[in-house]
């Protein structure tokens, strides 16, 4: 009366991790096969989201390109009190990807730079 409840005994289909994680070949053959309505328009979906995904992900990278240089800048200034250094190096690459100079820009004018100072006349 106050004992345990004797255990439910499990479904009669013990499934074996084996079997699940590596299934037969006729299973895989079964599973390819599947041509129910579910399973075509779940490809249409796919096929459709597939054809736009290029235009949308243009449109993404050019709104990130406008925007991260200025979050970026932003993030700068508001560390720019906390951490002098951390601060002034986010300004600085915000306000170079503003301007859209890279560090292939910075060094040839480091190096125009050395090379006029250091002139063998």
Same mark, same amino acid.
């Given at each position: 009366?106050? =004992? /345990?409840?004797? @255990?439910?005994e499990k479904? %009669?289909?013990?499934?074996e991790?084996?079997?699940i994680?590596?299934?037969?070949?006729?299973? &895989?053959?079964?599973?390819?096969?599947d041509? %129910?309505? !579910?399973? @075509?328009?779940s490809? /249409?979906?796919?096929v459709?989201? +597939?054809?736009?995904?290029?235009?949308? $992900?243009?449109?993404?990278?050019?709104?990130?390109g406008?925007?991260?240089?200025?979050?970026? $800048?932003?993030?700068?200034?508001i !560390?720019?009190? +906390?951490?002098? &250094? &951390?601060? !002034? &190096?986010?300004?600085?690459v915000?306000?170079l990807?503003?301007? @859209?100079?890279?560090?292939?820009?910075?060094l040839?004018?480091?190096? +125009?730079i050395? +090379? =006029? !100072?250091?002139?063998d006349?």
């Amino acid at each position: 009366m106050f =004992g /345990r409840q004797p @255990k439910e005994e499990k479904s %009669t289909e013990d499934f074996e991790v084996a079997d699940i994680m590596f299934p037969s070949e006729s299973e &895989l053959e079964e599973s390819s096969e599947d041509d %129910t309505e !579910l399973s @075509k328009v779940s490809k /249409r979906e796919k096929v459709s989201l +597939d054809q736009n995904n290029p235009e949308i $992900v243009n449109i993404v990278e050019k709104i990130s390109g406008i925007v991260s240089p200025y979050f970026i $800048v932003i993030v700068g200034l508001i !560390l720019y009190d +906390d951490n002098f &250094l &951390l601060g !002034l &190096l986010l300004i600085a690459v915000g306000i170079l990807s503003l301007l @859209k100079i890279s560090w292939q820009d910075i060094l040839g004018v480091f190096l +125009d730079i050395k +090379d =006029g !100072l250091s002139s063998d006349d």
